[in-house]
Every structure is written in C-alpha cells, then in structure tokens.
C-alpha cells in the first residue's frame, strides 16, 4: 500500500520567505508526527497530532514554526521568517493510533530545504 | 528524560565479514528501542524493535539486536556484510512519559568494502 508522502521533495527559499511543507499520511494512521534532520543537529522531534487531541508542540525550535493537521489526515508545516539555520531534511512519520510507545512509525521520504 | 548514545560515528567492514553497531540508552521507564537505516537520499526504514517481548529481536535483512537492561544496551548485528548494507543506522528509543517521541541517536555510518 501507500506509505507516507511529502511535498515538495526539495525547496529552495530566500531568507524571510516562509515556507510551507506538506505530509500525506498512511491511510488510517491518526498519529502523525515531524521531525528535522540536520548536520549539527542530528534527528530531532518537532512535533505531534494524535487524534482530535491537542498536538503536543514541546520540540517547535521558535514561534516561527507552526503545523496544522486538517480532517485528521494530511499536516502541513509552516516555517515563517526562513532563516539558514532552518536548512534541514523535514521528515513526516505516521503510526497507529494506540497511544504506546510500541508503535511503529513509518517516515517520509522527507523534504529538504534550503535557505539561502 | 530518555536518550541514546551511539558508540560509533563510523563503522567500516568488508563483504562478508560481520557487524556489530553499538547502542546505549537511558529511560525512566520500560523502553521501547528501534533500530532504523537511511540509504543515500532515502527516507528512514525499520529494521527491526524491542518492545518487552523476547530479548533477541530478529529483523529485516540478517539484522539482529539483544535488548539488555542490565548493560543499558542495544546493539545490533549482522553475521555477514553486504554492499547493499552500505547506509547509516539509528538508535531510537519511545518510552511512556515521553509519549510516542521518538529521540534518536547521533547515527552509525556504515561502509562495506569489497
């Protein structure tokens, strides 16, 4: 079946631009989440949806980065005011909606953003 | 507050020779460990989890990890080496106060030589 998709693959952007990424889920997966992969930073959580519940936001780095999630289904990230250091592989990953530490997640193929 | 050290920035073996990459980690509770691999510009696979169960996790590819909670580790191996499994290895681990965070280790880069 489907995995996760995500859009662009790749962008490019000026600094002070904002930027906007997109996460398609699996089908039927309620639990979706973001992270960023980075050079210096390695592999960090950004943030997560479960369900109808309020996302838990803790790994957002600043109050530039925001992300909604619409009909339970796809998420888009928002980065507002681009700066270099937002340069990074943003992955999206979804899992089964029963709440433990066990599941799964299965992760995009990413987008990778550039701001120069 | 969970964490995961990977012991090992860099790994090189040859062709059929085997792999061991090493994981340590810290959890407040009973944690559930991943191992995952990133191919050249691929999004990030499983290969295989920990999650109470048996203690010798048998995963995708030949790939196997021991849980052991007495040392705090995780390691995983391979009897023998393919080119294919040229990539980079994460250590990961979930526990219930953290929620279903995964935090991540700094990554295992694999070479195999011919």
């Keep these: 079946g489907a995995g996760v998709s995500q859009s662009p693959s790749n962008k490019v952007t000026e600094k002070g631009k904002d930027v906007e990424l ?12 973001w992270y960023r992969q980075s050079l210096g930073q390695g592999l960090e959580f950004l943030i997560y949806f479960q369900g109808n519940s309020a996302p838990d936001k803790s790994g957002l780095p600043s109050d ?16 507002q005011r681009t700066q270099q250091e937002d340069s990074a592989v943003y992955l ?25 | 507050a969970q964490s995961v050290t990977q012991l090992d920035s860099h790994v090189s073996v040859s062709e059929g020779t085997p792999v061991l990459l090493r994981c340590n980690y810290s959890s407040s509770y009973s944690p559930s460990l991943f191992w995952y691999v990133q191919h050249p510009n691929k999004g990030l696979q499983l290969l295989l989890k920990y999650t109470s169960a048996a203690t010798l996790v048998k995963g995708i590819n030949g790939f196997e990890a021991e849980f052991k909670k007495s040392e705090t580790s995780f390691h995983l191996t391979k009897p023998s080496a393919h080119m294919s499994d040229a990539a980079e290895y994460f250590c990961v681990v979930s526990d219930q106060a953290a929620g279903n965070k995964l935090t991540f280790g700094g990554g295992t880069r694999v070479l195999v030589k011919p």
Excluded: K, M, N, W
């Design chain 1, 64 to 79: 530039r980065f925001s992300a909604e999630r619409t009909g339970g289904s796809v998420s888009t990230l928002t980065i």
């Design chain 1, 92 to 116: 999206c990953a979804s899992s089964r909606a029963s709440g433990r530490s066990t599941d799964t997640q299965y992760f995009g193929p990413g987008t990778r953003l550039t701001v120069l």
């Design chain 1, 22 to 33: 997109r996460c398609d889920p699996i089908s039927g997966h309620t639990a979706l989440y």
